[in-house]
């Protein structure tokens, strides 16, 4: 994978945004939030081709796709709404009764706010490990 795809994956993630303003039907609102949890998952994927050492570290970049990540997942909260559980969705009703989602957000926000600010490989190791580790737990709670 080359520099240039990363950055288009980063760029790309940005548009689903300007859709959410106008999310204001369950439907929309589960659009919206599958199209983000895609795009969080491509950005997971060039993390990975890192990780994997495919790509070569560069804190600028991880910084970038850190903050982009972290972007994205500010406005999951307001897309897990009243109705938006039934048809074309894997999110469990549960999402709207329990507190379990928030915290599963909030180390989502985190671990992503970390990704931001690793200097080194050993650092961006740890870092992505904990973030990848708020989707699997996340996913398994919560994911049908
Ligand atoms: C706070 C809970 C939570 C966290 C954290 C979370 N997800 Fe998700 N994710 C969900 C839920 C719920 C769905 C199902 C959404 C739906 O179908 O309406 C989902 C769906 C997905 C999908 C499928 C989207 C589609 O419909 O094609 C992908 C890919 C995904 N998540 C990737 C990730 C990755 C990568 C991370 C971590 C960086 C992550 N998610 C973190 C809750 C979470």
Redesign the pocket.
């Known amino acids: 994978m080359k520099f240039k795809s990363l950055i288009a994956v980063i760029c790309l993630i940005f548009i689903p945004v300007a859709g959410i303003a106008g999310s204001d039907s369950p439907e929309d609102a ?1 659009q919206a ?2 199209e983000i ?2 795009f ?2 491509s950005n ?1 994927r060039s993390l990975g081709a890192i990780q994997r050492g495919q790509v070569e570290f560069e804190p600028a970049m991880t910084k970038s796709v850190g903050h982009a ?1 972290h972007a994205m ?1 500010l406005s ?1 909260p307001f897309l ?1 709404v009243e109705g ?1 559980f039934d048809g074309d ?4 009703q549960e ?1 709207m009764t329990s507190d379990g ?1 928030g915290v ?2 909030n ?2 926000q985190n671990a ?1 706010l970390m990704l931001k600010n690793v200097a080194n490989k050993d650092d961006f190791a740890v870092a992505f490990s904990q ?2 580790q ?2 699997s ?3 398994r709670e ?2 049908k």
């Open positions: 589960i939030r599958q949890m895609k969080i998952g997971m990540i997942s999951l897990f938006s969705t894997d999110a469990k999402i989602f599963h957000l180390n989502l992503s973030l990848g708020t989707c737990a996340c996913h919560f994911r």
